[in-house]
């Protein structure tokens, strides 16, 4: 009975810190928050004035009482029947056989029920219904789609150098408050950086910040991994040397998208972190030197690990610096002086070329206006874009004994993103 109450008083009591919290931390404001809102309160309010289905062009033209207009392609809406014949409710997938449709096929009778939903009758007589706000939210106009991509995708960056106010939010709030969750997860989306702070100071800290998103990802070093100083090392990251700026495990792949690290010993003189925004510094790049990106862009770079840890392993893959989108634009990069292979499978003339172009784009990671500096505190982790944010730190001196220890895990964007839409749908009350 007493440790029930206590839950409900803790709970209580991290509700409103919580609240303070949200309400003064304004680098943790998160625009998609008040955008969801927006865009949902639009799709609940659609309602259809007018539906017709011009045979010629295999199209059924909705307008809206908005005055907009929508036109959807008949094979689309066949394809996507919500019937239960044609789609399992239960598992949210289709059971439409590909093979069973008809590409070319056209509405048979098409007709408008209260301003909310469209009946189609297709030639076979099968019947279909679409609600209004199902289908606003699919419009295939330019805007509509953007603004799709922006709801599932949350693609916006917001760009630092060495001005950066890390954000910060307490570790128990992201754990026991959905809100406080929610926040962290764009914003780490958003800026690429998070610092939790208050955790314990002990070894499974991460263990548990990987059940708040569900779950870590596995590596050949294991679930976690402890940096710290190590005899025979097998791994720069186990020595008291300086760490050049590099993302992680670039040799697999499919990189880890987030990594964690928490402090849980901090040496008295050095061993600073620093990190820098890769984005950021590969549009100056881009701009500045236009063929230099396209040489980082271009070149599949040979990265190798190999050794024993979580198991022994032999691992070889190839990698750009910079993995870029249709749009030319950076997306991912891939880059760890440490891990770099000996063997580079490009003809000798390219080989300098290249050099320079990397040569140029590390110089733009370590300039003074792009990295930023700051020194773990025990119980703090950073949270960091694993594929955009690259990371280093500064030597330390070693010790009979260990004086700095960081435990360390990755987890994969794609199970990080289905935790922050589960999350934005309890916080928004969302569909």
């Known amino acids: 009975m007493w440790r029930l109450a206590a839950r409900v008083l803790l709970g209580t009591k991290v509700h409103l810190v919580t609240r303070r919290l949200l309400a003064g931390a304004a680098n943790l404001q998160c625009c998609w928050w008040r955008t ?20 010629a062009e295999h199209l059924i033209r909705v307008q809206w009482e908005d005055g907009s207009e929508s036109c959807y392609p008949c ?3 066949r394809d996507n029947c919500q019937c239960p014949h044609c789609f ?14 008809d590409v070319d096929i056209v509405a048979k009778e098409v007709t408008l029920t209260d301003r909310k939903k469209i009946f189609i009758t297709w030639p076979d007589e099968h019947t279909s219904e679409y609600e209004a706000e199902w289908l606003k939210k699919r419009c295939f106009s330019e805007a509509a789609r953007a603004e799709m991509r922006e709801d599932l995708f949350l693609p916006e960056h917001q760009y630092w150098g060495s001005d950066l106010q890390l954000p910060k939010i307490p570790f128990e709030e992201i754990m026991y408050d959905d809100e406080s969750a929610y926040k962290w997860l764009c914003t780490l989306k958003k800026m690429g950086v998070v610092l939790l702070t208050g955790a314990a100071a002990r070894q499974g800290e991460l263990v548990k910040l990987g059940h708040r998103i569900g779950f ?6 294991g679930l976690t991994w402890q940096v710290q100083d190590k005899a025979d090392a097998n791994n720069v990251a186990y020595t008291t040397g300086k ?6 495990y670039p040799v697999l792949q499919h ?21 820098v925004d890769g984005f950021h510094a590969a549009n100056k790049l881009k ?6 990106y396209q040489i980082l862009t271009s070149t599949a770079v040979d990265y190798t690990d190999i050794g024993v840890d979580y198991c022994d392993f032999a691992v070889q893959g190839k990698q750009r610096i910079i993995d870029v989108d249709y749009r030319g634009q950076a997306v991912r990069i891939n880059f760890n002086n440490a891990t770099r292979d000996t063997v580079f499978d490009i003809p000798a003339e390219e080989v300098r070329p290249f050099y320079a172009a990397l040569k140029e784009f590390n110089d733009l990671l370590n300039s003074t206006e792009h990295k930023f500096t700051f020194k773990l505190k025990p119980g703090d982790i950073v949270t960091f874009d694993n594929w955009r944010v690259l990371h280093g730190r500064k030597s330390y001196q070693s010790g009979s004994e260990v004086t700095r ?3 360390g895990a990755y987890a994969d964007w794609d199970v990080v993103m289905s935790r922050l839409r589960l999350l934005r749908k309890r916080v928004l009350n969302r569909d």
């Open 216 to 221: 870590l990802r596995l590596t050949f070093y």
């Open 88 to 101: 399992l409710h239960s598992a949210k997938a289709r059971k439409l056989l590909f093979e069973d449709l």
């Open 36 to 55: 969801a809102r927006r865009t949902h309160t639009g799709y609940m309010s659609a309602g259809i004035r007018k539906v017709e289905a011009p045979d």
């Open 255 to 275: 990189p880890p998208g987030v990594q964690f690290l928490h402090c849980i010993k901090q040496t008295a003189t050095g061993g600073e972190s620093e990190i």
């Open 75 to 77: 094979v689309w809406l």
């Open 287 to 292: 701009h500045q030197n236009p063929q230099a």
């Open 405 to 407: 220890h960081l435990e």
């Open 243 to 248: 760490l050049c700026f590099h993302t992680d």
